[in-house]
């Protein structure tokens, strides 16, 4: 294809367990998402986009380095007191636009891991986003629901006061400090499993913390400060091509909308987060138009996983939901291996040079290194990126053939519009989150474009179908699926 003259700035917004059904664009319709809206109906839409992952830290894994996440052990959900799980020697997409000369940024959630072992959160903590292509990094840690509640800039903690240093740790607590499971009266937000440790600004959370007053981030206001954190970064680099990854934490737990959401969608505090991610994605546009950029940037917008509505808190998203459904037509969520697991909202938008369409191409994740490399005009090391970069933009049908997704270190197979789920000993049902697992102890086969709930399995009225899969995705994972497997 032919290179445009000046190299377009790319960011990457990422969301945090939003569904295939969340958005008005994909079809909600007890929820409005405008500002969102924009970069499916004016870009390219993809109905079959994937994260390579049902859960947030393999995903994320995938998407910055272009490898299935399942190749590596580590790359599973991560305490925030975990060593980084990408090597500094890996390819990064980062690193990829660090080729072409691109100044590189991520604001917001990372939960990749950071130091390599027993982090000294008083420290410069190392290495982290920096030492893997990001030239800049304001991040949290992991996630919202896990200590250290504080925001890490350029790998210091912020506002740190030295004479109250930070210590964390995933368990024991600290003497004297209070936690959601023995100081319930303190907690604002009802733990209902695994949430139940220190308490921060009324909220119980994962993993114990004491120190680092100073520090500690307002969860209401987390929206707006990584807004302004990624609105300065454009006005600060907008006169050089820069690669921005802007990883938003909704609609993941706690759900904590700032007041001016609190009750705007009626579904409870999840769908008040998503409409509060769509507002600061509004803002986020309106900066890029006002700087200047808009016309040369391309967007892809992405979330890392499926939806989830019980993940830890009491929060009224199961009393709320009414009519609304998550994973729209799709089966399954968050942790499954049924597809609203890891099929997603997936968008590209490029104004003025991409042409609004909706396309059926099979797109993930992992193909943003290879094809972002075609794009900006530079080689990036093989992996299992794919470059799809034509799809991408619209300009052919064609993506990948075939995909290996992965949910709690199982894994399925897609090839065209067929997947394939090996047997695996487990529970049908997540107990805790109420999303069905995708496990089964029989083979599963189901043909997506006739059944895209994943109601009808064809494992045994197909058989020659179920084995050429079999036999290929045997061939890619390097294991034998005959027999059930734990």
């Given at each position: 294809?032919?290179?445009?003259?000046?190299?377009?700035?790319?960011?990457?917004?990422?969301?945090?367990?939003?569904?295939?059904?969340?958005?008005?664009?994909?079809?909600?319709?007890?929820?409005?998402?405008?500002?969102?809206?924009?970069?499916?109906?004016?870009?390219?839409?993809?109905?079959?986009?994937?994260?390579?992952?049902?859960?947030?830290?393999?995903?994320?894994?995938?998407?910055?380095?272009?490898?299935?996440?399942?190749?590596?052990?580590?790359?599973?959900?991560?305490?925030?007191?975990?060593?980084?799980?990408?090597?500094?020697?890996?390819?990064?997409?980062?690193?990829?636009?660090?080729?072409a000369g691109y100044q590189t940024a991520i604001v917001g959630k990372w939960h990749l891991g950071l130091g390599a072992g027993n982090v000294n959160?008083?420290?410069?903590?190392?290495?982290?986003?920096?030492?893997?292509?990001?030239?800049?990094?304001?991040?949290?840690?992991?996630?919202?629901?896990?200590?250290?509640?504080?925001?890490?800039?350029?790998?210091?903690?912020?506002?740190?006061?030295?004479?109250?240093?930070?210590?964390?740790?995933?368990?024991?607590?600290?003497?004297?400090?209070?936690?959601?499971?023995?100081?319930?009266?303190?907690?604002?937000?009802?733990?209902?499993?695994?949430?139940?440790?220190?308490?921060?600004?009324?909220?119980?959370?994962?993993?114990?913390?004491?120190?680092?007053?100073?520090?500690?981030?307002?969860?209401?206001?987390?929206?707006?400060?990584?807004?302004?954190?990624?609105?300065?970064?454009?006005?600060?680099?907008?006169?050089?091509?820069?690669?921005?990854?802007?990883?938003?934490?909704?609609?993941?737990?706690?759900?904590?909308?700032?007041?001016?959401?609190?009750?705007?969608?009626?579904?409870?505090?999840?769908?008040?987060?998503?409409?509060?991610?769509?507002?600061?994605?509004?803002?986020?546009?309106?900066?890029?138009?006002?700087?200047?950029?808009?016309?040369?940037?391309?967007?892809?917008?992405?979330?890392?996983?499926?939806?989830?509505?019980?993940?830890?808190?009491?929060?009224?998203?199961?009393?709320?939901?009414?009519?609304?459904?998550?994973?729209?037509?799709?089966?399954?969520?968050?942790?499954?291996?049924?597809?609203?697991?890891?099929?997603?909202?997936?968008?590209?938008?490029?104004?003025?040079?991409?042409?609004?369409?909706?396309?059926?191409?099979?797109?993930?994740?992992?193909?943003?290194?290879?094809?972002?490399?075609?794009?900006?005009?530079?080689?990036?090391?093989?992996?299992?990126?794919?470059?799809?970069?034509?799809?991408?933009?619209?300009?052919?049908?064609?993506g990948r053939k075939e995909l290996v997704l992965e949910a709690g270190s199982k894994t399925s197979y897609r090839a065209g519009d067929w997947v394939?789920?090996?047997?695996?000993?487990?529970?049908?049902?997540?107990?805790?989150?109420?999303?069905?697992?995708?496990?089964?102890?029989?083979?599963?086969?189901?043909?997506?474009?006739?059944?895209?709930?994943?109601?009808?399995?064809?494992?045994?009225?197909?058989?020659?179908?179920?084995?050429?899969?079999?036999?290929?995705?045997?061939?890619?994972?390097?294991?034998?699926?005959?027999?059930?497997k734990k």
């Amino acid at each position: 294809m032919a290179k445009d003259p000046v190299k377009p700035n790319v960011v990457v917004i990422y969301l945090d367990d939003l569904g295939y059904g969340d958005l008005s664009s994909y079809g909600a319709t007890e929820i409005s998402t405008p500002n969102i809206d924009v970069l499916a109906n004016e870009g390219v839409k993809f109905t079959n986009g994937y994260a390579t992952s049902a859960t947030c830290t393999p995903s994320r894994y995938g998407l910055l380095t272009g490898v299935y996440p399942w190749r590596n052990p580590k790359a599973k959900i991560l305490p925030g007191s975990a060593p980084l799980i990408i090597t500094t020697e890996q390819e990064t997409l980062p690193k990829v636009f660090k080729k072409a000369g691109y100044q590189t940024a991520i604001v917001g959630k990372w939960h990749l891991g950071l130091g390599a072992g027993n982090v000294n959160w008083n420290q410069h903590i190392t290495p982290g986003p920096n030492e893997v292509g990001f030239e800049e990094a304001y991040i949290l840690a992991a996630t919202q629901d896990r200590v250290p509640t504080v925001y890490i800039d350029n790998g210091y903690v912020d506002g740190l006061d030295p004479k109250d240093p930070i210590s964390v740790s995933y368990k024991k607590n600290f003497e004297g400090e209070p936690t959601g499971k023995d100081n319930p009266e303190l907690t604002t937000l009802k733990w209902h499993h695994g949430h139940n440790n220190s308490i921060v600004n009324g909220i119980p959370r994962i993993g114990y913390m004491k120190g680092g007053e100073a520090a500690k981030w307002t969860d209401t206001d987390m929206a707006d400060h990584f807004l302004k954190k990624a609105q300065t970064y454009v006005r600060e680099h907008k006169n050089k091509p820069f690669f921005l990854y802007y990883a938003l934490q909704q609609p993941h737990v706690p759900r904590t909308p700032h007041p001016r959401f609190v009750g705007k969608s009626g579904m409870g505090p999840r769908g008040d987060v998503i409409l509060e991610a769509d507002y600061v994605i509004g803002e986020f546009m309106k900066t890029l138009e006002k700087e200047g950029v808009l016309e040369n940037t391309l967007i892809v917008f992405s979330s890392d996983n499926g939806p989830v509505l019980q993940d830890g808190y009491y929060d009224d998203a199961m009393e709320k939901i009414g009519d609304h459904t998550p994973a729209g037509k799709l089966r399954g969520g968050k942790y499954s291996l049924f597809d609203g697991g890891t099929r997603v909202p997936f968008m590209v938008y490029w104004k003025g040079i991409i042409k609004p369409k909706v396309s059926e191409a099979l797109v993930c994740q992992v193909d943003l290194v290879a094809s972002m490399a075609d794009l900006i005009g530079v080689e990036a090391d093989k992996t299992d990126s794919e470059n799809i970069l034509s799809a991408f933009l619209g300009k052919s049908k064609k993506g990948r053939k075939e995909l290996v997704l992965e949910a709690g270190s199982k894994t399925s197979y897609r090839a065209g519009d067929w997947v394939m789920i090996p047997p695996y000993k487990g529970a049908k049902m997540s107990w805790h989150s109420f999303v069905e697992s995708g496990i089964n102890q029989e083979f599963q086969l189901y043909n997506l474009e006739k059944d895209p709930g994943e109601l009808n399995n064809l494992a045994k009225s197909e058989p020659k179908k179920l084995q050429k899969m079999l036999t290929k995705f045997e061939s890619i994972r390097g294991k034998d699926y005959s027999n059930i497997k734990k």
